[in-house]
């Protein structure tokens, strides 16, 4: 029977991984001997390098949430392997999520049907490489087009950079209100973002009046987990 955390999975997720951990020390190593080469000090790239450490922790537990989110019906092996290399949060859970609901899967459970789980792992992938594709082959392009109609009237460009953000945002919040006219339960989604949209204006508030800087890294994960414990008693009382 197919199993979404067997052996040979975390096997195949191990050695991708462990092949960018080996590019990551590889051209860490070349950087650290280029800039000695350029007269930095020890001692200063040893400090970058720590505050390099230190930054990594805020991101770091926005994609630990995630993985534990997707791996209750994905399994451990691929969310260990999408967001670890190329994904982002932002991206394989809602690419996971339609997925599943096309296929007319539950969420609330592992999956056991090895053509959905393989449909779902195509969708991540794929749409991921877009980005890498768009950026390798289209960037230059896409730059100079920003530039020139930036070049031209500044203020056109600012609304051009804006209306790509809200659209953006747009195609989020419409997963969150789709299910808004099933009841009290389709708006589950919408207090869950309230509650992260507040938990966020309050760490704003600590990070801009009270000056916490080292708050500014940590807002958007602890607004997350936040939330989703929120979600936790939300759902159970809703939902019972």
């Known amino acids: 029977m ?8 975390y096997y195949l997720a191990a050695l991708v991984i462990l092949f960018v951990l080996g590019q990551s020390i590889f051209f860490t190593y070349k950087a650290y001997k280029r800039a000695l080469e350029m007269g930095m000090s020890k001692s200063l790239l040893l400090s970058i390098m720590k505050g390099a450490a ?13 993985m ?8 451990l092996p691929l969310p260990w392997l999408r967001l670890s290399v190329v994904g982002a949060l932002t991206y394989e859970l ?17 999956l056991t049907d090895p053509k959905a789980y393989s449909a779902i792992a195509w969708v991540m992938t794929l749409g991921s ?16 087009g920003l530039i020139h109609i930036k070049s ?3 203020k056109w460009g600012i609304i051009f950079m804006d209306s790509l953000f809200i659209g953006m945002i747009s195609a989020f919040l419409g997963m969150i209100f789709s299910n808004v006219t099933q009841g009290l339960t389709g708006w589950i989604p919408v207090f869950v973002m309230l509650c992260s949209s507040f938990l ?12 916490v800087i080292w708050l500014e890294n940590y ?4 607004s997350m987990l936040g939330a989703m414990i929120f979600s936790i008693p939300l759902t159970a009382w809703i939902g019972g």
């Open 2 to 9: 197919f199993s979404v955390n067997q052996s040979i999975l």
């Open 219 to 222: 807002a958007m994960p602890l």
């Open 129 to 144: 490489f877009s980005g890498i594709v768009i950026v390798t082959f289209f960037f230059p392009k896409i730059e100079k």
């Open 94 to 110: 809602p690419a996971a999520t339609t997925a599943a609901s096309v296929l007319g899967i539950s969420l609330s459970k592992s």
């Open 54 to 66: 230190v930054f990594t922790i805020a991101p770091a537990i926005a994609i630990i949430i995630g």
């Open 68 to 75: 534990i989110t997707l791996s209750q019906f994905l399994g």
């Open 152 to 154: 031209k009237d500044e």
């Open 200 to 211: 966020m204006i309050i760490f704003g508030y600590f990070v801009k009046k009270k000056n």
